[in-house]
């Protein structure tokens, strides 16, 4: 059915709980901000609202909490490096190690150590997040080669099932990428461009088995982020007869957040374990496909762009020279 071990995986959490109590300060402060700060602007709304009528001061407490919902949205983008940086890639390094049988480090000096890894391959927050961008256009491309060679296979009623693989394919590339990404801090790149450029090549040759893999946790993933989603929705709704005016579907709102951050903080690095374990054992010994990546070339402006900054960087040290995210504008 599938080629990773549940076993490992978890004791991989284990071994690795300093980043996963990071991990849940991090993204259930995220939902708890959210809460607060929308409460807040609720809050200055109904005061606003009671210069008017009792319909008016419906309307400015919802508009206040919107208000105060966006504020947190656009801190937490103006975030999104330095969590990938620090949380997630810091993650990553510590669990490449344990997969490799290495020492690490426990307690807080874990990750200390990690970010110290992290830095050697990355150099800066920017590199990281440019390689990221780059790597998810990739990967969608991959998902796209995939779906046009299963058009062309004579299978009756392929057609119909293509349309709904494809929906279900992209969520779970969606897991991916990070996996691209501890190629790099396995291998000790010093072109982290290069690096990319190869696993990636080297995930599109033994896509059967990603994405095969990829779509189990896909399930495993989602179902229990919406068992955890049933879970929330009580003291969720509670949380809603606080704020004032017609938040009738806030409850809704905050039990989905509280989902999501139990997926990114505690199922969803499990699923990137069990997909680096299938990696690292599918690609050991092998080389890039010549093939593959002319496949890529031809499928992705991205891939190209991957190969130009791996090109750019040859011969570099870190830290010399002004960080370049390799992310072209968006046309």
Not at 165 to 172: S, T
Not at 220 to 242: D, E, K, N, Q, S
Not at 268 to 283: D, G, N, Q, R, S
Not at 286 to 296: A, E, K, M, N, Y
Request: net charge positive; charged share 15%.
């Amino acid at each position: 059915m599938w080629d990773f071990s549940i076993g490992r995986a978890m004791g991989l959490m284990l071994r690795t709980w300093p980043f996963i109590a990071f991990r849940m300060v991090v993204y259930f402060g995220i939902a708890v901000a959210y809460v607060l700060v929308t409460g807040v602007g609720a809050g200055i709304g109904w005061g606003v609202g009671a210069f008017g009528d009792a319909d008016f001061q419906a309307s400015t407490s919802v508009w206040g909490g919107i208000a105060g919902f966006g504020l947190t949205a656009g801190v937490i983008y103006l975030l999104r490096e330095y969590i990938l940086y620090v949380v997630k890639a810091g993650h990553i390094a510590v669990l490449v190690e344990l997969l490799d049988n290495k020492p690490i480090p426990d307690g807080r000096s874990q990750i200390d150590y990690a970010s110290g890894v992290v830095k050697e391959r990355f150099a800066e927050t920017s590199v990281l997040f440019g390689v990221d961008q780059l790597v998810k256009g990739v990967l969608r491309a991959i998902t796209g080669i995939v779906e046009g060679i299963a058009t062309i296979l004579p299978i009756p009623g392929l057609q119909q099932i293509v349309g709904l693989v494809r929906a279900f394919l992209r969520i779970a590339v969606g897991l991916v990428d990070e996996v691209i990404l501890a190629y790099a801090i396995r291998t000790r790149a010093t072109n982290p461009w290069d690096s990319a450029k190869t696993a990636l090549v080297l995930y599109g040759q033994n896509y059967k088995v990603m994405l095969k893999n990829a779509a189990w946790l896909t399930v495993f993933t989602y179902g229990l982020a919406f068992i955890v989603f049933l879970i929330m929705l009580a003291p969720a709704a509670a949380l809603v007869w606080i704020l004032p005016g017609a938040w009738s579907a806030g409850g809704f709102v905050f039990a989905i957040l509280f989902a999501w951050a139990a997926k990114v903080a505690l199922i969803e690095p499990f699923a990137i374990a069990c997909l680096m374990e299938v990696y690292f054992k599918t690609v050991e010994g092998q080389s890039p496909d010549p093939v593959w990546d002319q496949r890529l070339s031809s499928a992705s402006k991205k891939f190209n762009q991957l190969k130009d900054k791996a090109a750019g960087w040859a011969g570099r040290r870190f830290g010399g020279g002004a960080a370049d995210t390799g992310v072209a504008p968006t046309v």
